[in-house]
T-cell receptor, first 113, second 112 residues
């Protein structure tokens, strides 16, 4: 079974649309993350949740809204998509916020046209 | 900004040891050195981490200098499947310093 799974794997959408990326982990971890990897391959943290509570919220446009219905799920909703949002988005989890042996999903490649 | 400096690329022959260097001259006393790798089109994968002592696991060894200003990740017998980008990251263990701040890493090519 996949430890951290994201859906969809690929997402192509038009500017101005609203889209969601889902993430689920079956490791029993308390902490989950969203990262963005841009075209230059820099990987930057966007959000982190610990037991459904937001603990890291980087300087990200408020068009991006994470939602954690339970500690096994952390979804990312993006409103009014822009060309610059095109990137690969990775979900990850770790046992707790102090532990950074993080397990990553396979990524969602978002292309905004 | 990342607190580490790594060469952008390295080559290694299959079956030989791959030694990947990392400089972290501004590391603080309570900051750990982490290594991750990212194989093409996959998510990053944790390899190993350490504070002061050398560490070894089934994937690799981590050698940290006594002054902690640099470290080396060693893959003892590199295989073609070890071709990936290797990231060296310095991370604290409290508050905002717990974030992993990623640089561009070293692109390791293992050649047959």
């Amino acid at each position: 079974d996949t430890a951290v799974s994201q859906t969809p794997k690929y997402l192509v959408t038009q500017m101005g649309n609203d889209k969601s990326i889902k993430c689920e982990q079956n490791l029993g971890h308390d902490t989950m993350y969203w990262y963005k990897q841009d075209s230059k391959k820099f990987l930057k943290i966007m959000f982190s949740y610990n037991n459904k509570e937001l603990i890291i919220n980087e300087t990200v446009p408020n068009r991006f809204s994470p939602k954690s219905p339970d500690k096994a799920h952390l979804n990312l909703h993006i409103n009014s998509l822009e060309l610059g949002d095109s990137a690969v988005y990775f979900c990850a989890s770790s046992q707790d916020a102090a532990n950074t042996e993080a397990f990553f999903g396979q990524g969602t490649r978002l292309t905004v046209v | 900004d990342a607190k580490t400096t790594q060469p952008p690329s390295m080559d290694c022959a299959e079956g030989r040891a791959a030694n990947l260097p990392c400089n972290h001259s501004t590391i603080s006393g309570n900051e750990y050195v982490y290594w991750y790798r990212q194989i093409h089109s996959q998510g990053p994968q944790y390899i190993i981490h350490g504070l002061k002592n050398n560490e070894t696991n089934e994937m690799a060894s981590l050698i940290i200098t006594e002054d902690r200003k640099s470290s080396t990740l060693i893959l003892p017998h590199a295989t073609l499947r070890d071709t990936a980008v290797y990231y060296c990251i310095v991370r604290g263990n409290a508050g905002n310093n717990r974030k992993l701040i990623w640089g561009l890493g070293t692109s390791l090519a293992v050649n047959p």
